[in-house]
C-alpha cells in the first residue's frame, strides 16, 4: 500500500565478465560469439552472454582482458581470414 514500509533482503552474485561493444557480440543458431584477432587472423571464440544494456554487453568465456575483439565487419568474417586494424 501507499506509504507502507518493506524490508527486503536481496541476493546478489558476481560474476567475471568483460564488456564488449553490441556490435562486437554475433549469434548465429543459438551460438554467441566473437572475433578475435590473433596473429592477423580472425579467430571465432563462443562467449556466454549476460548482461546486454543494448550498447554494450557483458560477456564471459575464452576471452580476456587486453585481448583485440574486432568490431566492424566481423559478420563478413570466417575463422582465419586475415584481418586489419584500421584507425
Do not use: C, F, W
Not at 580476456?64 to 574486432?70: F, P, R
Amino acid at each position: 500500500m501507499l506509504g507502507s514500509r518493506v524490508i527486503a533482503e536481496l541476493q546478489l552474485t558476481v560474476q567475471d565478465a568483460l564488456v564488449a561493444p553490441r556490435s562486437a557480440v554475433l549469434t548465429q543458431n543459438g551460438q554467441t560469439y566473437v572475433y578475435l584477432v590473433d596473429a592477423g587472423k580472425a579467430r571465432r571464440v563462443s562467449v556466454k552472454q549476460i548482461i546486454d544494456n543494448g550498447k554494450q554487453i557483458a560477456i564471459s568465456g575464452a576471452v580476456h582482458a587486453g585481448d583485440e575483439i574486432v568490431v566492424t565487419g566481423n559478420y563478413e568474417l570466417t575463422d582465419g581470414m586475415a584481418v586489419r586494424e584500421t584507425p
